[in-house]
């Protein structure tokens, strides 16, 4: 009998761990991936405000796998999945035959059909967006130091976040770090303490799947790093370095030189094509509304993981959040259950473990939702640089990030804040022109 | 009595120390470049083989000044200088009086009247170019790895790094280490220590200012590496992927994928401005050619320093070459000469002491020249290795950069291997669109 051959698309923490947990089974498994990484999603937000490199949190897929005889890694853009013929077809040319395909390919930006927002509002999803996010942060602070017309100046030193989960809330304490202590002394016409902040969020408070009394700890801990929270706030236009939210019945208008997008995220291309191609049921942002095995419906071997799967959680009813604890535990299971499907073993049953979750907001500051317990503070911080480092020590970044938040915790300074020059828009992969050889 | 107003422009090696030298003297200083931060030049190539990150070897100015109370950082670009109403133009159109003017902004990729061959052959001297240089190497294998024409394989697996100096043969090295020993296990397709490496250099031994058994010895450490060096090679033409060039009477063509500029330098356009507005002498590649205290010949307050500047030696009667210490010696004179100028003491003289040079080709495998004593194998590789973090220290980057070469001695591995998008050609301030600020 020859090999099952295991198709994993994507090699983030859904496709990276199921790829991991693989390992040993009796079939030959390819991972595709445009990047040539594996990125660490959680830490983004660190490399667009200047703390740590794209390199410190992108793990090379080849380097990851190198010991995984059974493994084969392509660099590639996957264009079509045909679950009839069971057939891959990747932007190269390259057609692949699977038995078992596991797409894990996630989501990215939503602006609610404003996608043109975007030039003025940019998300944070690659490490593109994030050299060009902390290009246009740090670009703002060199700008107003130059400027002399004090309404310019003060829209140079006006950054609006949109968005409270999460991220949005990272970026906001990280820029409000940035303003208040790393750049404090370092300009001469410019006070940057008098930096404007804004984080806009639309429910009525930040972080809204915490528990209440966490919002307002967060809240607490990034009004003292100089961020004014908006809650229930609509963004109803973003234009020339304008953004107008509703609140209430007040509109409100701020004019301000960098504008960043952590609102809304939706399916990746895959979510269509299945819908398309497999008649995968999609829910409202795209992704795909999985069996409780994680399959596409009536496509046993065709199965969906991470932040594009819909995933109804077991006792909630909810749909399971997009983080990566999720991806993990269902790259994970995938890994579980193809390995009994393959051995004639009892399959296994899908049952997500929440173990909670936590959000940063600067120095000392995070707050953590275990569940049975709540933290904030120094207590919550130390959790979370403890986890992020724990996690990270599997991609082998964990020493290099180690130093430069011990070089960050105790000078305030960030070393990864340089400006660089704009990188093109282009996200698939880059562009390889094959020489026309000669024979000589 | 108003304070004098010295401007420095440049933040390289020699406006960095010149700048830094400063200290204490009672003036105003202001650095300007056109970058937000001083780059540690002679580690680029590691940037641009997987090695380090770009701010692993970059320090914001901004930062390192940030306890000069008496220096202001501005970022732009200078478009002109009037030495006659001693004003200095810059791009965003401030307009700076300067009582002395220190100009020190280096030198640029020079293809000797072929500019046409950049986009075949791009050079190594911004972080821009390190990163685009990186994506074009590890392009090659991913695309190998696709590809199943043996030619055109072979092309994707020939890299071809032009000029023998100590970038070319680093760069060399560090493609040899990165084919033979960091990517060896990692492929399905291809073997990566197959691929073909070429240093050419026109002159009849690679590094040529140093002793020629030095030179041998590198070669045999280049050899080792998998690199054919090829000697007495001129170049005589570089399209599509093809280069061209001549070795004594034969003419050989190779096609590679993968070709690198590291032959020639011209001066900056600071030299053609100084020229035009100072009647300053420039040599054969536009260097200025300036009186023994570093100043523009009847421009006793207009001082040139670095690359820019085209210095006899005091003893050989050659011009000092285009290396990190020769500017940070100036730079310090300079420092020297204006503090004795504001305080009326007696003139220092500049006289440079050459402490010698050193090249690194691989793990354990450097040549060092000091004169008095020649050293190869792994003593040069260890005083190498001391020196650049010596002289990192002062920049605020040594410890993120000895656990990444820590991590890189013990497994080979490279932690910056990544794939990112292209940068765009943009070499000068990043775009910032200031908003019309609207009345609300």
Not at 15 to 37: H, M, P, S, V, W
């Amino acid at each position: 009998m020859t090999q099952k051959h295991i198709v994993i698309i994507g090699g983030g923490f859904g496709g990276l761990y199921a790829a991991q947990k693989l390992q040993g089974i009796d079939a030959r498994i390819t991972l595709i991936d445009k990047r040539n990484f594996h990125l660490f999603q959680p830490l983004l937000y660190q490399v667009a405000t200047g703390v740590l490199s794209p390199a410190d949190i992108a793990s090379p897929l080849r380097g990851v796998l190198a010991n995984q005889k059974n493994t084969t890694v392509l660099m590639g853009e996957v264009k079509d999945i045909d679950p009839d013929s069971k057939k891959i077809y990747v932007s190269g040319g390259e057609e692949i035959d699977y038995d078992y395909a596991i797409v894990a390919t996630g989501v990215s930006h939503h602006y609610f059909g404003n996608d043109h927002w975007s030039q003025w509002a940019p998300g944070l999803k690659t490490v593109e967006d994030a050299i060009n996010i902390r290009r246009r942060i740090l670009d703002a602070f060199e700008t107003a130091e130059k400027e002399t017309d004090p309404e310019k100046r003060k829209a140079l030193l006006t950054f609006v976040v949109i968005g409270g989960g999460p991220t949005g809330v990272e970026l906001a304490g990280a820029i409000g770090e940035l303003a208040n202590h790393t750049l404090h002394d370092e300009f001469s016409n410019i006070n940057t303490t008098e930096a404007e902040i804004l984080l806009l969020e639309g429910f009525e408070r930040i972080l809204p799947p915490y528990a209440p009394d966490l919002s307002a700890s967060a809240t607490d801990a990034l009004t003292k790093l100089g961020v004014t929270v908006k809650t229930g706030a609509i963004v109803t236009n973003i234009h020339d370095h304008v953004v107008t939210f509703r609140c209430g019945d007040r509109t409100e208008e701020v004019t301000a030189q960098t504008i960043l997008w952590a609102a809304g995220v939706k399916a990746s291309a895959l979510g269509e094509i299945l819908a398309k191609r497999a008649d995968a049921p999609l829910d409202r942002v795209g992704r795909v509304m999985v069996s409780p095995d994680l399959s596409v419906p009536n496509h046993p071997s065709l199965f969906v993981i991470g932040d594009l799967a819909h995933y109804a959680h077991q006792d909630e009813g909810k749909p399971l959040p997009g983080v990566a604890p999720v991806a993990m535990q269902q790259g994970e299971f995938i890994a579980k259950l193809l390995k009994a499907q393959i051995r004639n073993l009892p399959l296994p049953q899908f049952r997500y473990v929440d173990r909670g979750s936590l959000a940063v907001i600067g120095r000392n500051a995070a707050v953590v939702d275990l569940r049975f317990m709540k933290l904030t503070g120094m207590p919550a911080w130390l959790i979370w640089t403890f986890l992020h480092i724990f996690y990270l020590v599997e991609f082998d970044n964990q020493l290099v990030v180690m130093v430069q938040w011990a070089f960050n915790y105790f000078t305030r300074k960030r070393g990864a804040r340089i400006i660089t020059t704009k990188y093109s828009q282009q996200v698939t992969i880059p562009e390889v022109s094959i020489p026309e050889v000669s024979t000589t």
